[in-house]
């Protein structure tokens, strides 16, 4: 668990260059302040300086290492609707397409990063400190956006889409017909490439791949086939040295999702990010929801606390479960919730540091 107690990065990560490079690259894609730099929240830089954490005592050889650089091979984002998923995982999947996504050693005074140094002529230069780690565009990404449905993928692949043809991206990459073609490589349109993956998708399942976008793993179920396709992309990711990211809503634990066996599993290369409410708040009792509410949708500015509590109180009517889940962001199971609050808070006591 990576649980911020006070959003402090005090590790060597590429967070802060690929902080840099998104705003450069990546435009809000809609809303009123479309067109404008995206520009990350906290917790959504948090999880992306998680992402880029290199291990502690780390040796460069001028080797390339691939997934072995990063203290995480997974990260996992669990957090309530309307939080801008979708938009920052469209902005992570851009940094593996042909930002700086993987290590390349230790800054000395004076190293800078230049976009202009690997094919980009939008400008950008960011200039390290001395012991910062450096970062390098992938050779050869194969990258999956992976979902249950089409309709799922577009959480992803419509604000990725939207970065491409507004912003400085387009010269690097092109929109095609179901896919998303990484210009300036060699082997043709079957190299270099991001796809938009479902369950259906068997001839892509499977197949190498340095980076995948798995979103809303709380609806991945053997039943659907989609605990299937998490094990073929992981076994594609192996092989190629690559990672992934997760992002889904609270689950219910009576479906036995991807997402829950990845949070069971606590493996110390397995990074979740997870804020649930506090315990002593309850959905059931109405007076708490906005509290709730405020506390699980802090570090998303532009979330309207009274549209969304609106709408909750709506559902809750019929489905007090899937309100909860969805905007209180709650782990339940079936009607009620999976484990009494303070159990989980036990079970995590020194959840705010990393492993």
């Not at 992306?48 to 001028?62: D, S």
Request: proline share 6%; glycine share 8%.
């Amino acid at each position: 668990m990576i649980l911020p107690t006070n959003w402090c990065v005090d590790f060597p990560t590429l967070g802060d260059l690929w902080d840099a490079w998104a705003q450069a690259h990546c435009l809000i894609p809609d809303g009123y302040r479309r067109g404008e730099a995206f520009v990350w929240s906290d917790w959504q830089f948090w999880c992306a300086a998680n992402f880029g954490r290199i291990r502690a005592g780390l040796q460069w050889e001028n080797i390339p290492l691939g997934a072995r650089a990063f203290t995480y091979r997974r990260l996992q984002v669990i957090a309530p609707q309307k939080t801008g998923k979708g938009p920052w995982a469209a902005s992570m999947t851009a940094i593996q397409a042909v930002g700086p996504a993987e290590f390349d050693g230790w800054a000395a005074a004076g190293d800078t990063y230049r976009c202009s140094d690997w094919g980009c002529s939008c400008g950008f230069v960011f200039p390290y400190q001395a012991g910062e780690p450096k970062g390098r565009p992938h050779p050869s990404p194969l990258i999956q956006l992976t979902a249950t449905s089409e309709d799922q993928v577009e959480n992803t692949y419509r604000p990725l889409r939207a970065m491409i043809q507004m912003g400085p991206l387009r010269h690097q990459m092109a929109v095609r017909d179901g896919f998303v073609r990484i210009l300036g490589g060699l082997g043709g349109d079957d190299a270099d490439r991001i796809d938009a993956v479902t369950a259906s998708a068997d001839s892509r399942v499977g197949n190498p791949v340095t980076f995948c976008e798995q979103d809303e793993t709380g609806l991945w179920t053997k039943r659907n086939r989609m605990t299937k396709v998490a094990d073929a992309q992981r076994r594609g990711l192996a092989g190629m040295g690559g990672r992934a990211i997760e992002t889904t809503n609270a689950y219910d634990s009576a479906e036995q999702s991807v997402a829950q066996t990845t949070l069971e599993a606590n493996l110390a290369d397995i990074a979740t990010f997870y804020i649930p409410p506090p315990k002593h708040l309850r959905w059931e009792r109405k007076r708490d929801r906005r509290r709730i509410l405020e506390a699980v949708y802090k570090g998303s500015p532009w979330v309207n606390i009274d549209a969304v509590l609106a709408e909750a109180d709506e559902i809750s009517l019929r489905d007090p479960e899937q309100a909860e889940r969805f905007f209180g962001n709650r782990i339940t199971y079936s009607s009620g919730s999976w484990l009494p609050a303070e159990l989980w808070e036990e079970h995590y006591a020194m959840a705010g540091e990393s492993p």
